[in-house]
């Protein structure tokens, strides 16, 4: 798991983002990147229950609302009304 | 006891016998030192320094889907909702530390792609992207960028980091989501449409020459709004709550009733109100969810007072999300809200902020009455609003992103003028918003100053103390040649002298109308000044005076290019009057032609992508019921032609004029000869060096010198010389008379709007060599009224003589730079003296004044150590920017300039 | 046809913030009776069209050759890299300087012109509009007072306008002509360079005498203007405890209680050497701030406002 898929992440800019409990900035890539022990995982659609069939590209589907359309793993859902952890 | 002291103790003792001493002795003669921001913007604006400027994928995807699941439906409705929807979905990051909070996107520096309204970039290039995306990470070593250099900007790609338009970093993984996007717009976006239509013009292979030669920089569909200032009266008056049931209201009132002689407007009406709605729930629904990031934030908070801070901001976004703010906190944040939500609506840049400190000092006065906030508390929370404007990014095409903008988004805050019962408009909370930007400077809000004779004395003094700080703000305007201006433009409009007090400007330096509106709280009615108009800065944009006149001498064709740009006039150039007959009639055939492609472009926008947020806020749209797009604005001639290179233009007519006409020295073969010859020296582009003060002879230089010096030595604008400055009278007379003969595409006149923004680096660089001496690619002169560099001989008071030549408020604006050395401005009494070389220009008339304080020494060291000096700032055209974030020609014209140092 | 009196000007600089009160136009004077050895002006010795050589601007570096056939008298001469000189024994003594028109870089430059009473009015009519109300005219040089009749009748157009009007002197004239200036005048800044006579003529060319003295004459007169004496203060000069005392003591007698000590600084020396000179300062003189600072104590301690440098409270 990485920083960014955690609950406590906070988005930064393209490389890095901040630890909501550390404080710590923490890259996105590389050296570094990997989750801590007290990884709780984030609300991204990949971990959705609704969203299903994801390509290489992490391209899948959304069946949360009421017409299907694509939708992309990594986004993210905070403020999804019909989000369902998976 | 200090010198100082023990100074006056003497003069004081003296001047009691003695008449003859004038000087006031009753203060010190050092200023007070500024105290230091606090610690929580200290701690913040270090993380802003290490921002990456950022583009992510989340609100598009948002838009796109709901727009598509809304195919059919009226457009300003399926506008509404597929902006809401985004708006609603975003994630919303808070961090630690912040009071104000929201941003454009998830990230600091955020922005992010606008298909619908620009496509083809993004598909001419989706297959490059594409294996860029896929391409393997770069070592290790390399993947972190070069901090320092370019400051926030990620102008090439690395690791997993795509770079766009030279600014932007975009993650790799989103690089197929943006291409999947992208090609639903393939066919009609805005850009793709209007081009379909511009095509169908008979003569638009002229305005493709005009672009692909320069000639005219930029497209207005790129950057549809801004240069207008925003209006927050409505949710500050109503809350979001009130609106929605104001809406409702409408629908059932007149949804499906036309007016008497309903053409169109009249149905639209009921389209309006639902569109209205959806975009206020969307706005509501993106103030909620801050509020419920903040509560789980503040639930997994070990902090105590960090989590006490985190459930106040919930508290304050949960509030603005439905009802009037109730305090000056909720006030500002939801100022903000809307700010970030009209620049999110399409690119922009310059949506200006307008009189902040008047809009909100009803709520500031409660708070002191209530005892629930200090003067400290206020500046604290106006430092880190500076912080948040700072961080508005824009998006849009590479041209326009580098060249017009150097990357800033002017968001222009102003001070001062007059208030609705014609006496000052300053108030308390100004002050503060004075005392915040000299603590904690930042580019932005840049800020500007209503000169009026009715300013407080005190007022000037704290803004120019402010200007002393070198980082370029404030810039001062002069008020009544403001108000003059909109009396005069908008007067067909019914423009009234209580509006025209409320004007102020949008973006960096557009002059833009506006009007006052009782805001009721705290138990009395305060009138709040706003923006009343649309954008006040797009039209013909930026047109190279000087280009245009090597045309002329071309006989149409740009030698750089080859390209035919006019029909060759074959008229054998015997006076100046010749020169200026063609240069005119070339003129007037370029604005004709421009004119039509920008009035489809705007039309083409209002028509297929109205704006929401805009036409809820901008006054009198909600009480008319009509978009922006349908003229619900009280003003709507606003649209402008743009020129740059004035200055440069005016001296090389001068220099036409005394070496070929008047004193024959030369014939204009001869002349045209040395200018394509560039003189005989090697052009900027081969030297990289793009000031005037490089000038490397080659082979032919013996050949061009006389001519050289004499085109140097010819007399210059800025010497309070009649010879050049009755050229530039002649000039505006000229452009005054053809502006109100153009129509928008709101059949409004438009009218000259004078300020080359960045666009004097580039439109530079396609110009050959002008009679006036400057050589090939060479920027121009910056500013329309400021003196190209170091060819003011004669001091500052001539430069304003100069300047002031023609009454500035025939026009939206005109703009005069100076460079001061700091060592002139020391102490208090240096306070005193700028602000009397401020007033001496404001006397005259003079529209604008802005001043680089910084010493050319700093700046050179500056462009040699960029790690260095991440937070020296200085002032570029019409704005203030980081000076390692702005490109190399524009740091060495800014060098160049004149300091007037004693 | 009686002819209107000319003056011969090197410089005008407007916005001047540091010569006197508010936001100033300074009218620089050339020639002048005094020959510092430290002088930041040399240009503005002799009173003469004149012209400089700023090699530092000088494009030959950039290829430029263009002042080549300038000099009808052959004073330009190139050196094997390219790089142009001028003979100042042949320029020192020249009227014409045709060499100045034809170089585009600001190199060669005519440093003096000739303006007639109404030139020069007009210009400070038309900088009059940005002085504020604290600010005016000031003449300084060189010497202005070596331009007396001159003076006198720009002063008298001043005067006539209500323009306040402020003198830097070295107070070197004749009574008589000091007099007639200073009625006209509401501030002035007189040197006083040396206590010590010999001193003086040592450092400046002249003895100090006829300045104490019109100093003098002045305050007996009851001039109503406020005057400030200056003082470049230059390390083995005039730097000295012992000098300070004799200062303040011929203020103290005389009813004068501001002085404005300058720091030595070097930004002549450019000059000098554009105008042929040797520069005998280019080593030797400064000050450090410290005993400035112990300088100013001292006037301090004596009850006279001192100032240093830039640091004044106009």
Redesign the interface.
């Known amino acids: 798991m990485k920083h960014y898929e955690c609950k406590h992440f906070l988005a930064l800019d393209c490389e890095k983002g901040m630890c909501a409990v550390s404080r710590m900035i923490v890259p996105l890539d590389g050296e570094g990147s990997d989750a801590c022990p007290n990884f709780e995982c984030g609300k991204l659609c990949k971990f959705c229950a609704k969203f299903h069939d994801a390509d290489s590209h992490g391209i899948g589907t959304c069946s949360g609302f009421e017409k299907e359309t694509w939708a992309y793993g990594d986004c993210g859902a905070f403020c999804c009304e019909n989000f369902e952890n998976a | 006891m200090d010198k100082q002291t023990k100074i006056f103790e003497i003069l004081e003792a003296r001047n009691r016998q003695d008449k003859s001493l004038d000087v006031s002795v009753d203060a010190g003669y050092t200023e007070e030192e500024i105290p230091a921001p606090s610690p929580r913007f200290e701690k913040l604006i270090n993380i802003y320094y290490q921002m990456k400027n950022t583009i992510d994928m989340e609100i598009p995807y948002w838009y796109n889907r709901v727009w598509w699941e809304n195919e059919g439906d009226v457009p300003e409705i399926r506008r509404a909702k597929a902006y809401g929807a985004a708006l609603a979905h975003t994630t919303p990051t808070i961090w630690p530390g912040e009071l104000l909070v929201m941003n454009k996107t998830k990230n600091w520096r955020g922005a992010f792609p606008f298909p619908w309204v620009d496509a083809s970039f993004f598909n001419a290039q989706a297959e490059a992207l594409l294996a860029e995306a896929e391409a393997p990470a770069l070592a290790e070593a390399d993947r972190m960028s070069v901090v320092g250099a370019g400051g926030g900007n990620v102008t090439e790609s690395y690791g997993n980091v795509v770079s766009i338009a030279q600014k932007f970093g975009l993650r790799k993984e989103e690089v197929p989501i943006l291409v999947k996007i992208s090609r639903y717009w393939d066919n009609c976006s805005i850009e793709v449409v209007t081009q379909k239509y511009s095509e169908a013009i008979p003569d638009y292979y002229k305005y493709k020459a005009y672009r692909d030669t320069v000639l005219v920089m930029f497209d207005s569909w790129a950057i549809p709004q801004g240069r207008e200032i925003i209006n927050y009266y409505m949710p500050l008056e109503y809350g979001f709550d009130r609106i929605i049931e104001m809406c409702d209201e409408k629908i059932a009132e007149i949804l499906g009733l036309a007016e008497n002689g309903d053409g169109l407007l009249g149905m639209s009406r009921g389209y309006y109100y639902m569109a209205m709605k959806e975009i206020t729930k969307g706005l509501s629904a993106w103030a909620d969810n801050y509020g419920k990031r903040a509560e789980s934030l503040a639930e997994c908070e070990p902090d105590p007072q960090q989590k006490k801070e985190y459930e106040d901001i919930a508290v304050v976004m949960h509030n603005i999300a439905h009802k009037q703010p109730s305090t000056f906190r909720e006030a500002l944040q939801l100022t903000f809200l809307c700010h970030l939500a009209v620049v999110n609506e399409d690119p922009q840049s310059g949506q200006s902020i307008g009189r902040l400190g008047q809009v909100l000092q009803p709520f500031y006065e409660k708070d002191l009455e209530d005892g629930t906030i200090t003067e400290e508390e206020a500046i604290e929370l106006l430092e880190l609003y500076r912080i948040k404007i700072t961080s508005i990014e824009c998006f849009a095409s590479s041209g326009v992103t580098g060249g017009v903008l150097s990357g800033n988004t002017f968001n222009n805050l102003s001070l001062g003028g007059l208030a609705r019962d014609g006496l000052t408009a300053v108030t308390p909370l100004e002050y503060l918003i004075v005392e915040a930007g000299t603590r904690a400077r930042t580019t932005q809000p840049t800020l500007s100053v209503l000169y009026d004779e009715k300013t407080p004395e005190e007022f000037l003094m704290k803004a120019a103390r402010c200007c002393k700080g070198g980082q370029g703000y404030p810039a001062w305007m002069n008020n009544q040649c403001g108000m003059n201006y909109m009396l005069r433009h908008y007067h067909d409009e019914g423009m009234t002298v209580e509006d025209a007090r409320a004007w102020c400007l949008g973006g960096c330096l557009e002059s833009s109308p506006g009007c006052f509106l009782p805001l009721h709280y705290n138990g009395k009615t305060t009138w709040i000044p706003g923006g009343a108009a649309p954008t006040a800065g797009t039209g013909i944009h930026f047109t190279g005076l000087p280009k245009l006149l090597e045309l002329v001498l071309t006989n149409g064709v740009d030698k750089r290019t080859g390209i035919k740009v006019f029909e060759p006039h074959n008229r054998e150039l015997k006076t100046m009057d010749d020169v200026w007959d063609v240069w005119m009639d070339y003129m007037t055939e370029l604005c004709d032609i421009s004119l039509k492609v920008n009035n489809i472009q705007m039309d083409i926008w209002r028509k297929n992508n109205p704006p929401v947020v805009a036409s809820l806020l901008k006054p009198d749209c909600f009480t008319k019921g009509q978009t922006l797009s349908n003229m619900g604005c009280r003003y709507n001639s606003t649209i402008n032609f743009e020129s740059c290179g004035t200055v440069t233009f005016i001296n090389a007519m001068a220099s036409l004029k005394k070496n070929v006409f008047d004193e024959k020295k030369y014939t204009l073969d001869e002349m045209m000869d040395a200018l394509e010859h560039n003189f005989g020296f090697k052009t900027a582009f081969e030297t990289g060096v793009f000031s005037p003060d490089r000038r490397e002879a080659t082979d032919e230089a013996v050949k061009y010198e006389k001519i050289f010096t004499d085109c140097v030595n010819a007399p210059k604008f800025g010497n309070a010389d009649p010879y050049v400055d009755d050229l530039m009278v002649h000039y505006e007379d000229l452009m005054t008379a053809l502006m109100p003969t153009l129509k928008s595409y709101y059949g409004k006149p438009l009218y000259m709007c004078q300020i080359s923004v960045s666009t004097h680096g580039p439109q530079g660089a396609i110009t050959l060599a002008s009679a006036d001496g400057r050589l090939a690619g060479v920027t121009y002169a910056d500013g329309s009224v400021s003196p190209a560099a170091n060819t003011d001989k004669n001091g500052i008071y001539a430069v304003f003589t100069s300047a002031t030549c023609y009454d500035h408020s025939r026009n939206q604006n005109a703009q005069m730079n100076v460079k001061i050395h700091p060592s002139a401005v020391a102490g208090i009494n240096g306070t005193r003296k700028l602000l009397d070389v401020i007033r001496a220009y404001m006397r005259k008339g003079g529209f604008h004044v802005q001043f680089n304080i910084t010493s050319s020494k700093t700046l050179r060291e500056a462009q040699k150590k960029p790690d260095d000096y991440r937070d020296l700032m200085v002032r570029v055209a019409g704005f203030t920017q980081y000076w390692c974030e702005i490109g190399k020609p524009i740091q060495d014209e800014v060098i160049y300039r004149t300091e007037y140092e004693m | 046809m009686s002819a209107e009196p000319t003056g011969m000007i090197f410089d ?8 006197g ?3 100033r ?1 300074n009218v620089f004077f050339t020639g002048c009776p005094l020959k510092c050895r430290w002088c930041a002006n040399p240009e503005s010795w002799r009173p003469k069209l004149q012209f400089m050589f700023a090699d530092r ?1 000088c ?1 030959w570096d ?5 002042c080549r056939d300038a000099c009808p008298h052959g004073s330009i001469q190139f050196d094997e890299n390219g790089k142009p000189s001028v003979d100042w024994k042949i320029c020192n003594d020249c009227e014409t300087i045709e060499c100045t ?4 870089a600001g190199a060669l430059k005519q440093t003096v012109r000739i303006m007639t009473v109404s030139d020069l009015v007009n210009t400070l009519r ?2 009059y ?4 109300s ?2 005016g005219v000031t003449f300084t040089g060189g010497e202005p007072l070596l331009h007396h009749e001159y003076l006198d009748a720009v002063l008298k157009e001043c005067k006539k306008l209500s323009m306040h009007t402020a003198i830097e002197t070295s107070g070197y004239a004749t009574e008589e002509v000091f007099m007639k200036i200073f009625r006209r005048l509401d501030f002035a800044f007189v040197d006083v360079k040396n206590m010590d006579p010999e001193a003086h003529k040592w450092g400046t060319g002249v003895s100090n005498e006829r300045i104490l003295n019109n100093i003098r004459a002045l305050k007996r007169s009851g001039w ?3 005057l400030v004496l200056r003082q470049p203060t230059i390390h083995g000069f005039n730097d000295s405890d012992e000098n300070a005392k004799r200062l303040i003591e011929f203020m103290n007698e005389n009813g004068l ?2 002085i404005n000590l300058l720091k030595f600084h070097r930004l002549g020396q450019t000059k000098w050497e554009q105008l042929g000179k040797e520069y005998e300062y280019s080593d030797h003189g400064d000050m450090t701030p410290e005993r400035m600072s112990e300088l ?2 001292l006037y ?1 301690d004596n ?5 240093v440098g ?5």
């Not at chain 3, 009850?303 to 100032?307: P, Q, S, T, V």
């Open positions: 005008i600089q407007s916005y001047s913030v540091h010569d009160p508010g936001c136009t601007v494009k950039q290829g430029c050759k263009a028109t034809s170089c585009a038309r900088d509009n940005n002085w504020g604290d600010g109503p203007g406020r209680y501001e100013q104590d301090l009850n006279i406002a001192c100032y830039d640091d004044t409270p106009f």
